[in-house]
C-alpha cells in the first residue's frame, strides 16, 4: 500500500523543468525532434470494420485522400475510409471543443475553438490542419451562438470560409457547406443557402459520398420550405428518397442497408409533412387530401415500420385538428405515442399535438400534463423548444 | 445527455459534508479508558513503506515511541499501531435485520436493567439512524426525566432531543420530491429549532462531556443550513419574497460562522496537544480531538468554497487555505483514516479551483491507498466515496480539459475488484460501482456501462441497500441516449417498472415498461414471461391516470397478440381480463366525453367491444351465463342500493340474490365463484344487521372456501372463477374480521375480536396485497386499530407512525394520528390514576403531537386553517402535556380564529385558558393578577371583594347570594382558574382562604343535575386540598376537621369515590390520601 503523504515539491519541480527544457527547444525540427514529434492516429472503417492505425504522420487530409508516414514510409488511404483523424499535435482545448459542441455549448465551444487557434497563431501548434478545423467547429459554435445573437451569423460564416480556404477539399467540406447553408437561411438568404446546398450536392458526388448529397438535398429542402417553395421542397425530399434507396439496394453491409432505409422512410416522410404543411397554410381540402393520401400510401410503399405507422399517425392527427374534431385527432396522436413509443421523435410530436388537441377541447389540465411530459422525456426534441 | 448523468450522479454522489461520525469522531467511543478506538493509523508506522512519503516515514520509525519534534515545531505520530473498530455498541441492530419487534424488545430490554448511561444514549441514537425516531425520542425523554440519574446524565436526554431536532432539519433539506419537499422558509425554521436545541444543550451544559460533540454538531448543523439554501438557489427554490443575492450572503455567512465556531474549537486543542508528550495516553486523546476539530473546519471550509459561485474571491481563498492545511494537517496524520478525509477534500478543493491534475491525483490516492485486505473496515466508506468523485471528476475534467484523467479513472475503477472483493455488498460500494459505468458511459462503453448497472440492481435489491432506484435512474438516463446493443435484462427492468408503479409515478412507469417490451421483442419466450405483462401494465397506469384511450391501446395490443395466436396459453389466460378491460375503458370513455357525438361513438365502441369480448372469451367469469347473469344482476342492484343508504330493500335484495346463487346447477363452470357471491350476500346481511356472531360464520365461510383442496383443471372459466372467488373471499374475509370488533358489545369479547382480526392479518395479509392495490393502507390501518384494541397502544402509535412517515400523502394518516392520540389520551389517563405522572406527562406528550398531526394535516392539505374548535382542543391537549409553548401558540390561534369570526365572547374564554398557562408555568403572581381584574373588573371595588373572600371562610348566606347573583360568579371558568392559582400560588393564608370560598362558591352554583360530574369533583378536590394545606402550613386543626367532613360526609354514596376516581384520574387517590391525613392529625 502506497503511502499518500504530500510531498510532491519534487515532482512538480521535474515536470516544470521538462516544459521549460521543451520550450527552450529551437522551433525547428531536428533528428531527434521529429521523433519526437507527436503522431496522429487515423480511424478509418475497413470491410464494414472500424480500425484505427496510431503512430502516423499526416501530410495531407482531403476527402479524395489521406497521406501520411508510418515508419519512414509514405502511405496513402482513400478518403472514402476515413471516419476520424485524432491529431497528435491538437491542443489541449481542441477535444473539449467538440465535446461542447457535442453537448450544445456553443459559448464553451467557441472559446474553446478561438484557443486552437490561438495556439496556432502563437506557433504552439504548427501544422495548418488547425486552421481548417477549428474553423469549421468555430463555425458550427458560431452557428449554435446565434440563437440568442444573430450577429454571430456572420461570424460563423466567416469561419466556415477561412476553414475551407484552408483546405478546399477537407473531409469536414459537409459541415462547412451545411453550416454556410444554415447561417444563409438564418440570416434570410435563401438563394445563397440554396447555393451552398447545391455545392454541397456536387462536392458529394465528386467525392463519392453518397451522405453528403443526401445532407445536400435535406438542405435544399429546408431552403425551400423556409422559402414558401413547397413544390422545391417535395422534390428535394424526392431526391432524398430515390438516392437513399438506391443506396440502401446498392449496400455491401446490414447495416449500411438500414442506415439508407430509414433515411429513405424519413424523407418519404418528410415529403409527407410538406404537403401537410401546404394543407395547413391553404386552409384548401384538396391539399389537404393530397397530403391525407400521401401519408396513407407510405405504409404500403415502406412496409408497416414504427417509423412510418408513427408519422402516419400523426399526420392524420393533424388534419383532423385542423378540421376542428379534437377528439378524433386525439386518438390518433394517442395511437402514436402508445404503440409506437420507440420512435421519440414522433412521440414527441405527438405530446405536442396533443396539448393542442386538449386546448382546443379547453381541457387545461390535459393539456399541461402533456406539456410537462414532453418536457420532461424529450427536453431536447424541436417540440420541447416550442413550447418552451 | 452526459450532463444529465452528471446530474443523476451529483445526486448519487455523496454529501458535500461526507458524515464524518462514526468514523472520525472519537468523543463517541472513546468517552470511556478501555474503548478501542483511536485516531486510526492502518499501517505500522515503523513498517517504513516505500512512496512519496517513504522519506518521512522513515523518519518516524527511526524517532521511536516518544517521537520527536521536528524543526516545524509538529509532533510526529508514535510508533503505535491500532486497528479502526466501529463501535460495538450497536449489535443488537443490524443493517437488513432490524425489526420493530426487534427494536421494541431491545427498548423493553434496555429500559429494564440498570446499565451505563453511554448505552441508552447510543442505542436511542442508533435508533433514530434506523428511522425510529419516535422511539429514540422516548428514549431520551426517560433518561431526561428519569429521577434516578444525576444531572449531568439527564442532560444527555437533551442533547439526544437536539440532535433528532438536527436530523429532523438534515432529512428536510435532503427531501427533493416535489410532492413532499417542504418550503424553504419552513425548512429554515426547522433548522432555527434544531440550532436553537443544541445552542441551548451547550450554553447550559458547558462541561459535560459530550460537549464537543455538541459543538461540532452545531456547527456541522449551521454549515448544512448554508448548504442547503445554495441548493435551493440552484434548484430555483427560492420564494418571491426574498432575493437570490440575500440568500447568497446567508450562504457564505452561515460556512464563516461554521468555520469560526470551528477555530474557537481548534486552537485550545492545539494548545493542550503541544503541552503534551508524544506517546502518552493524554497525547492521543489531545491528537483525537485536534484531528477531529481540524477536519471539521476543512471540511466546512471545503464546503464554503464550493457552495459560493465559480471565481468568488472568498470562495477561491476558502478553497486554497483547504489546500494549505491538509499539507499541515498531514504532518499529523498522515497514514490514518482521517489522512485519508483530508486527501479526498484535497481532491475536491482542487477541482474547484480548476486543478484536474492535481484533482485526480489527490482523489485516486485516497481511493486507491487502502485495500479490503488491510482490515480497516473505517476506510471503506471514504474510499468508495472517493471513487464516486473520482469518476466525477474525471468526466468534468474530460469535457473541459481533456480525455487523459478518463484513462486514469478507468485504470483505478479496474483494480477495485482485487482491491475490495466485497465491494459490491454494501451501498459505498454499489455507489462506486455506479460511479465504474458513468465513466464507461461517458467513454462510449454504454453496453458495458449498463450491463455493471444492472449488477448493481440486482445487489442492491438482494442486500437492501435501497441503491437500486438511483441506479434505476442512471439505468434509464443510459438507455435513452445509447446502449442499444446491450442486453438487457427485462427481469431487472420490471423491478425498476414495479418500483416506479408503488411510487404511483406512472409515466415513469410507463416508460419503464415500454424499456420491459424493447428488452422482449423478438424473444416469444420473454414476451410471455415479461412483454405481455408489461402491456397490461402499461394499460393499468394508463388507466389510473384516466388516460382511457391510451390505456385501451394497451389493452388492445394484448387483445391483438391473441387475435394472432390463440394458441398462446399466456395469451389465452390474460386476455380473459384483459379483453375486458378493453371494453371497460372506452366504457370509461363514453361516460367521461361531454361532447355528446363523441361520447356516443364511444359508447357503440364499448359495445362492439364487449360482443367481441363475450364470442372471443367465453370462458371468461366475466363472461356468466345466463343463469349467472341474473344473479350477478341482483348483487349488484343489492349493493347498489346499500350504497345509496336503502338498508331494508338492500336486505331483501341480497336474499334474493343469495336464492338464486344457491339455485344454479352444481355443474356450472363459475360455481366455486358462484359459492363465494353466496357466502358474500351472508357478509353482507351480517354487516347490515351488525350481528357479530352472523359475521363470525360468513367469515368461517369464506375460510372454509379457501380450505378446499380443488383439483387442477386447464378450462380457462374454470379457473378463473376460482381466483375472483379466491380473491373476493380474501378481501372479504379481513373486512369481516375489522367489523366485528365493532359489532360486539361486551368488552373481553371485543378485546378477543381485535386480536383475531390481528392473526388474521398476519396469516392472509401478504396474499389480500397481492390482490388489493395499494392494500398495505388498509391492513395497516386495520391492525392500529386492532393493536389500539387490544391495548397495545405503542405498537399502534410505533405502526401509525411509520404509516405516515412512508405514506405522507395518504389519507390514513391523520386518521390514524387520531385514533392513536386517543387511545394515548386514554393510557395517559391511567398512569395518572396511578400516580405515574411522568408517565402520564410523556404520553400525553406524545398524544399531543400525533393529535397537531391529525388536525393540521387535513387542512393543510385542503389549503384551510383548521378552526378555532380545534385549535383549543390542540392547546389543550398540549397543555397537559406539559408543552406550555406550544399550548400558548394554538390558543392564540384560537383566539385570533374566533375574533376573526366575531365570536367575542369565545375569544375573552380562551383569555382565561392563556391566563391558566401562566398558572401551569409557575407565574403565579401574573395569572392572579389577571384573573382578578377579570373576577371584578371594576377596580374600586376589587380590593373590598378580595379582602372579603381572603378573611376568613364563613361567608353569609346573604354574602354568598350576592356573590351568586353578581356578574362574577357567572363567569365560573375565571372562579375556577383563580381558585386553582390561589390554591398552587398559595403565597399566604388569605390565598388558601380566597381558595376555599371560591371552591365554595362554584360548588354552590353548580347546577344540581351536574353534581358529582367532571368539574364538581375538581372543585371538591381543590377545597379539600386548600383546607389541608391551609391546616398545615398554618396550624389550624380546625381545617382538617373540614377536610373529614368534606369528603366523608360529602361522597358517602357506596362507590361515588370510586366513580370520582373513573372521572378525573387521580382524584379518589388524592381525596383518599387528604382524608386519611386529616383523620391522624
Known sequence: MSSISRQRVPMALGVATLAATVLALPLAPTACAAQDAPTDTIVYVDGGARKTRAGVVIDSATYDEVKFKAGGRSSTMSGTQILEIQWGDAPREYGPAWRSLNARDGEAARRNFDACLGALAAGVVERDWVKEYANIGLGEAYLMLAAQDSANLSKASAAFELGLKANAKSLLLDRALKGLAEAALAAKKGPDALKHADRLLGEGKKARRPSWELDAYFLRAKVHTAGGNASGASQAYADAERLAAQQAGSAKNPADRTRFESIRRTAAAAGGWVLLDTALASKSSADFDKARLFFQGLPAKFGKVPEILSAVENAMGVIKLSGGDAHAALEHFQKSEVLYFSVSSEVARSLYYQAQAWDQLGDTEQKGARIRDLKQYYPKSEWARKVN | ?1081
Open chain 2, 1 to 1081: 445527455m452526459r450532463h444529465l448523468l452528471l446530474t443523476a450522479a451529483r445526486r448519487l454522489a455523496a454529501p458535500l459534508f461526507p458524515d464524518l461520525d462514526p468514523l472520525v469522531n472519537p468523543a463517541k467511543f472513546a468517552s470511556a479508558p478501555g474503548r478501542d478506538y483511536d485516531s486510526a493509523p492502518f499501517r505500522p508506522v515503523s513498517a517504513g513503506t516505500p512512496g512519496r512519503a517513504s522519506g518521512r516515514s522513515t523518519a518516524a520509525t527511526t524517532q521511536g515511541a516518544s517521537g520527536q519534534r521536528r524543526d516545524s515545531g509538529r509532533h510526529v505520530p508514535g510508533t503505535h499501531f491500532d486497528e479502526v473498530r466501529m463501535s460495538h455498541r450497536t449489535p443488537i441492530l443490524r443493517a437488513g435485520s432490524l425489526s420493530k419487534g426487534l427494536a421494541l424488545a431491545g427498548l423493553l430490554l434496555f429500559a429494564g436493567f440498570g446499565h451505563a448511561e453511554d448505552d441508552d444514549f447510543e442505542f436511542a441514537q442508533a435508533l433514530a439512524g434506523r428511522g425510529y425516531s419516535d422511539l429514540a425520542e422516548e428514549q431520551f425523554q426517560k433518561i431526561l426525566s428519569d429521577p434516578k440519574r444525576k444531572a449531568s446524565e439527564k442532560a444527555e436526554g437533551t442533547y439526544g432531543l437536539a440532535l433528532l431536532k438536527r436530523r429532523d432539519a438534515v432529512l428536510a433539506a435532503r427531501e427533493e420530491r416535489e410532492k413532499l419537499r417542504k418550503k424553504l422558509g419552513d425548512v429554515l425554521a426547522i433548522f432555527q429549532q434544531a440550532e436553537d436545541s443544541l445552542a441551548s444543550f451547550i450554553t447550559g451544559n458547558p462541561t459535560h462531556a459530550r460537549i464537543l460533540e455538541a459543538k461540532l454538531d452545531r456547527s456541522k448543523l449551521i454549515s448544512e443550513r448554508a448548504e442547503y439554501i445554495n441548493k435551493s438557489i440552484r434548484n430555483g427554490w427560492v420564494p418571491g419574497d426574498v432575493t437570490e443575492a440575500d440568500l447568497r450572503k446567508q450562504v457564505a455567512e452561515g460556512f464563516d460562522t461554521s468555520i469560526d465556531l470551528l477555530k474557537a474549537l481548534e486552537d485550545p486543542a492545539r494548545s493542550k496537544l503541544e503541552r503534551c508528550s508524544p506517546g502518552t495516553p493524554e497525547y492521543r486523546t489531545a491528537e483525537d480531538e485536534l484531528g477531529l476539530v481540524w477536519l471539521s473546519r476543512i471540511a466546512a471550509l471545503y464546503g464554503k468554497g464550493a457552495a459560493l459561485p465559480p471565481g468568488d474571491t472568498s470562495g477561491i481563498a476558502a478553497l486554497n487555505q483547504v489546500l494549505a492545511e491538509i499539507d499541515e494537517f498531514m504532518w499529523l496524520f498522515d497514514g490514518t483514516v482521517r489522512g485519508l478525509w483530508a486527501f479526498h477534500y484535497s481532491g475536491l478543493a482542487n477541482w474547484k479551483l480548476d486543478k484536474p491534475k492535481d484533482a485526480m491525483r489527490d482523489i485516486r490516492d485516497a481511493a486507491t491507498a487502502l485495500t479490503e485486505g488491510d482490515g480497516v473496515p473505517a476506510g471503506r466508506p471514504i474510499t468508495m466515496m472517493s471513487y464516486d468523485y473520482m469518476a466525477t471528476i474525471a468526466i468534468d475534467a474530460a469535457n473541459r480539459h481533456g480525455d487523459e484523467y478518463i484513462g486514469t479513472a478507468l485504470k483505478a475503477f479496474d483494480k477495485l475488484p482485487s482491491a475490495w472483493p466485497s465491494f459490491m455488498e454494501d451501498r459505498f460500494g454499489q455507489m462506486a460501482a455506479l460511479a465504474h459505468a458513468r465513466v464507461l458511459d461517458h467513454t462510449g462503453r454504454s453496453d458495458e456501462a449498463i450491463s455493471l448497472v444492472q449488477k448493481v440492481i440486482k445487489k442492491a435489491k438482494e442486500n437492501t441497500t435501497y441503491m437500486d432506484r438511483p441506479a434505476g435512474t442512471v439505468l434509464g438516463e443510459m438507455l435513452s441516449h445509447g446502449g442499444s446493443g446491450a442486453d438487457l435484462d427485462p427481469a431487472l427492468l420490471k423491478t425498476i417498472a414495479k418500483s416506479k408503479w408503488s411510487d404511483a409515478d406512472y409515466s415513469g412507469a410507463i416508460r419503464a415498461y415500454q424499456s420491459v417490451i424493447q428488452a422482449s421483442t423478438g424473444d416469444s419466450k420473454r414476451m410471455n414471461d415479461f412483454g405481455w405483462d408489461a402491456w397490461d401494465m402499461i394499460g393499468r397506469c394508463y388507466g389510473l391516470q384516466e388516460r382511457w384511450y391510451e390505456a385501451y391501446l394497451a389493452f388492445d395490443m394484448i387483445e391483438q397478440g391473441f387475435m394472432s395466436d390463440q394458441t398462446n396459453e399466456k395469451l389465452i389466460e390474460m386476455t380473459d381480463e384483459t379483453g375486458f378491460s378493453r371494453a371497460a375503458t372506452i366504457d370509461q370513455l363514453a361516460r367521461r366525453t361531454t361532447d355528446k357525438a363523441r361520447a356516443k361513438h364511444y359508447a357503440d365502441l364499448s359495445k362492439r367491444l364487449v360482443e367481441e369480448f363475450t364470442e372471443r372469451h367465453p370462458n371468461s367469469p366475466r363472461n356468466v351465463g345466463a343463469d349467472l347473469a341474473k344473479a350477478a344482476g341482483i348483487l349488484k342492484e343489492a349493493k347498489q342500493l346499500l350504497r345509496a343508504g336503502d338498508t331494508a330493500a338492500a336486505q331483501s335484495k341480497f336474499s334474493a340474490a343469495q336464492s338464486e346463487l344457491k339455485s344454479i346447477d352444481r355443474t356450472s363452470t363459475s360455481i366455486d365463484l358462484v359459492d363465494a357471491q353466496s357466502i358474500e350476500c351472508d357478509f353482507y346481511l351480517a354487516r347490515m344487521s351488525k350481528d357479530a356472531a352472523k359475521m363470525n360464520a360468513a367469515v368461517d365461510g369464506f375460510i372454509k372456501w379457501l380450505a378446499v383442496q380443488r383439483k387442477p383443471v386447464v378450462d380457462s372459466g374454470v379457473r378463473r372463477a376460482r381466483a375472483t372467488g379466491k380473491n373476493l373471499c380474501l378481501v372479504s374475509l379481513l373486512k369481516g374480521y375489522a367489523l366485528i370488533p365493532d359489532m360486539t358489545a361486551d368488552a373481553p369479547a371485543k378485546k378477543v375480536a381485535y386480536a383475531d382480526l390481528i392473526k388474521a392479518i398476519d396469516k392472509w395479509g401478504a396474499q389480500f396485497l397481492d390482490v388489493v392495490s395499494r392494500g398495505q393502507l388498509t391492513l395497516d390501518q386495520w391492525r392500529v386499530e386492532a393493536l389500539i384494541g387490544t391495548g397495545e397502544v405503542s405498537k399502534a402509535d410505533e405502526l401509525a407512525s411509520k404509516n405516515i412517515r412512508e405514506s405522507p400523502e395518504s389519507v390514513n394518516g391523520p386518521f390514524l394520528a387520531a385514533i392513536v392520540a386517543n387511545a394515548l389520551e386514554k393510557e395517559a389517563k391511567v398512569r395518572l390514576e396511578k400516580g405515574d405522572t411522568t408517565g402520564y406527562q410523556n404520553l400525553m406528550l406524545r398524544c399531543a403531537r400525533l393529535r397537531e398531526y391529525a388536525v393540521l394535516e387535513p387542512a393543510k392539505r385542503k389549503g384551510v386553517t383548521p378552526s378555532p374548535g380545534a385549535f383549543v382542543s390542540l392547546g389543550n391537549t398540549f397543555r397537559e402535556a406539559g408543552d406550555f409553548a406550544k399550548a400558548e401558540e394554538y390558543l392564540r390561534l384560537a383566539q385570533a380564529g374566533y375574533v376573526a369570526a366575531g365570536n367575542e365572547d369565545q375569544a375573552r374564554a380562551l383569555l382565561v385558558e392563556l391566563i391558566g398557562l401562566l398558572i401551569d408555568q409557575g407565574k403565579f403572581a401574573e395569572a392572579i393578577t389577571d384573573l382578578e381584574a377579570l373576577l371584578v373588573p371594576v377596580e374600586a371595588d376589587r380590593a373590598g371583594i378580595l379582602e372579603r373572600l381572603g378573611r376568613d371562610d364563613q361567608l353569609t348566606n346573604v354574602e354568598v347570594k350576592k356573590m351568586t347573583q353578581t356578574k362574577m360568579s357567572k363567569n365560573r371558568r375565571v372562579l375556577d382558574v383563580l381558585s386553582r392559582a390561589y390554591l398552587q400560588a398559595a403565597r399566604d393564608d388569605k390565598d388558601l382562604v380566597r381558595c376555599i370560598n371560591l371552591c365554595g362558591l362554584l360548588r354552590f352554583a353548580h347546577p344540581k343535575d351536574e353534581k358529582h360530574d367532571v368539574k364538581y369533583i375538581e372543585y371538591t378536590v381543590r377545597l379539600a386540598s386548600a383546607y389541608f394545606k391551609f391546616g398545615v402550613d398554618y396550624g389550624q386543626p380546625d381545617a382538617f376537621k373540614n377536610v373529614v367532613k368534606l369528603i366523608q360526609n360529602g361522597i358517602v354514596t357506596p362507590g361515588l369515590l370510586e366513580t370520582y376516581g373513573e372521572r378525573v384520574p387521580g382524584s379518589k387517590q388524592k381525596l383518599t390520601e387528604l382524608l386519611n391525613a386529616s383523620k391522624n392529625r
